[in-house]
């Protein structure tokens, strides 16, 4: 199955399995990025978010106009910081976002049970590593790009430049079937 990529530079469609890196400066704006991966030619998504919490995801895709009907969110962040959690229709939570053994089981828990068109975001891998390590991150990346295969989904994996070293990048770059990037004056490049 092909699913149609709105996304600028970039090819019209990608395959069912296929994983794409974002790669972004650290003050980027990936939200339209984001946003513009999820909103087409898609029954259901999962966003994994070590960056932020549910309800600011909620706004974002407030914001950009995407169907929050057709998403299911994973909070990595609230449980740590205390904040209080309304457990909502198709809102998720792990312990922290070095909980990635959790993160990697809503993954496929998401898949195993929505049919259809499905499409998983990684916001974002950098944080992943930060909080666990960049082996472990690097280790739950290579789950996820797996399950997307078995499914037929894809997945788009958030990934800040400045904060890992070029050998790291470039194995990330590698793993991926795709890599966009998106440059600190907001223009984008895509390699497929």
């Known amino acids: ?62 914001h950009y106009d995407v169907d929050r009907s057709r998403a299911t969110i994973l909070d990595a962040l609230s449980v740590e910081r205390g904040y209080s959690r309304r457990s909502g229709e198709g809102i998720h939570y792990v312990s922290s976002p070095d909980d990635l053994e959790g993160i990697v089981e809503v993954t496929e828990e998401f898949l195993a049970s929505h049919e259809g068109k499905l499409r998983v975001s990684v916001d974002s891998v950098t944080e992943m590593a930060y909080y666990a390590d960049e082996d472990r991150a690097r280790s739950a990346v290579e789950d996820i790009l797996s399950l997307l295969d078995e499914h037929d989904a894809v997945g788009l994996f958030h990934l800040a430049e400045e904060v890992h070293d070029e050998d790291v990048l470039e194995g990330y770059r590698d793993l991926f079937d795709g890599t966009i990037t998106l440059a600190e004056d907001g223009s984008v490049r895509g390699e497929f």
């Not at 974002?22 to 966003?47: A, M, N, Q, W, Y």
């Open 1 to 62: 199955m092909d699913y149609r990529l709105e996304v600028e530079d970039t090819p019209d469609s990608i395959p069912g399995g296929t994983g794409v890196v974002l790669i972004h400066p650290s003050t980027g704006e990936t939200d339209r990025i984001d946003t513009d991966f999820l909103k087409e030619d898609t029954d259901r998504f999962l966003v994994i978010s070590t960056r932020t919490t549910a309800r600011e995801v909620e706004q974002k895709l407030e």
